[in-house]
């Protein structure tokens, strides 16, 4: 049970040289590896990568033991929940409380749990008051708070983050730490994307770091 | 290279191009003035390879389109018969080649146009007395459309990442998501062309009646020369063709 990175080496065009060569990988439940890097290094290169929205030239992902290649998006998005560097690219609906609803009414779920499991997510990320609010509308931070929102309500095993505090002010980043230390100790395997070195170290069990399309791991305590 | 060139020649050159894809209506006559303007194309840096493989999709509609046509068009000669009824006839399969041949030279015209950065474009509308806002809204609604695109792409994207698999939907249903994108897609389209037009007057867009430029237009003998027998070339063959000589 992980998700792995196997070998992956990636470049957007063929005639350029890779920006992320033999890169791997591997995330167990219920830990957190931290992904830092310099603006450009290609830490959310990686992250599409991972999730399935870019495909490697060579080497494969696999969550728990199946290729990411023979999923649908649908498919992986049920296993990892993907926060985008821009939060406002990922919402969709015409209200908050919609939008955090939107995937399980595709589940089957009765509009009983909808309701509950939404609200819960609302109350939790400090969002009751902007509930029938348009997301576009929104502040940066409250939209961050909502994408987050948004793809915890489907409860995957794993998480990518890219940047989830950027925007975010002290008390919420707080609250937001507490809240991912929690889906780390029910099991929860999570990639968290970071400038915020401070978050990341006090989170991750293991730091990695993007340099010049290479992956090393970081001592954490540094 | 023709990249340099002023955009009023480019303008000259691909408004000559565009009238004659128009204006003549037989594979013999676009099939030549195609390989112009491909022939043209590399001059002005642009590798008609590589733009053929990004708009593969569209060639296969362009095909579909060269089918619907041949099997459609009202004509006399039978290629292919089913009993008494004509199937596909030679005037129908000429009409789909000329309209397809016509949409790639104005394919190739656009891209002639847009080998000038967007400032020198701008600049060039204003040299030929259109309103500057009207030229910068020109250039910015090319630039805006891509963006949308890629904004669309990663709604949809994070809508699938969500767990909704639309393939596997019924169609009612796909229909019912598409159709509450739809609204969020425009909403965000008007709020962010909003943010942009406040961004632009922050930054003194309009402050006053008569603007500078940093790099002014001038055109050279190269233009001249291309202006000249773009002109020359077109009046002539329109002459041409209306005599019956081509």
Known sequence: ?222 | MLKELDPRSKFVLSGILATLAVFFNHPLHLGPLLILALFLLPLFSCNPLQVARRMRHLLVILGGLVIIQAFFYPGTTPLITWGQHYLITVEGLLQGSSLVLRLFIILCCGLILASSPPARFVQGLVRWYLPYELAYMVSLGIRFLPLLREEAGDVFTALQLRGVDLRRMPWRQQFKVYRGLFLPLITMAILRSRQIALAMEARAFRAYPRRTFFHSLQLGRGDYLTIIISLFSGILLIFLHLRGLI
Do not use: W
Not at chain 1, 11 to 21: A, G, H, I, Q, S
Not at chain 1, 42 to 69: C, F, M, Y
Not at chain 1, 186 to 203: K, M, T, V, Y
């Open chain 1, 1 to 222: 049970m992980s998700l792995v990175a196997h070998s992956l080496s990636f470049r957007y065009e063929k005639t350029d040289p890779f920006c992320l060569e033999n890169i791997g990988l591997e995330l167990h439940p219920g830990q957190c590896l931290a992904l830092l890097g310099a603006n450009g290094s290609g830490k959310t290169t990686l992250s599409k990568l991972l999730i399935g929205i870019l495909q490697p030239e060579k080497g494969h992902v696999s969550v728990d033991g199946q290729n990411l290649a023979g999923l649908s998006l649908a498919g992986i998005g049920e296993k990892i929940g993907y926060l985008f560097q821009n939060p406002s690219r990922q919402l969709f609906c015409s209200s908050a409380g919609e939008e955090i609803g939107f995937p399980l009414q595709f589940c089957g779920l009765d509009p009983g749990e909808i309701a509950e499991r939404t609200e819960h997510l609302l109350h939790f990320f400090g969002l009751d008051h902007l509930r029938d609010q348009f997301p576009f509308t929104l502040s940066q931070g409250e939209r961050q708070r909502l994408a987050l929102a948004a793809i915890m309500v489907l409860d995957p095993p794993y998480f990518i983050l890219d940047e989830p505090t950027t925007g975010l002010d002290p008390r919420r980043r707080e609250e937001l730490f507490y809240y991912l230390q929690k889906l780390i100790k029910n099991g929860r395997g999570i990639i968290l994307i970071s400038h915020d070195h401070c978050f990341a170290r006090r989170l991750a069990s293991g730091i990695l770091e993007l340099k010049e399309g290479r992956l090393q791991e970081v001592d954490p305590g540094c």
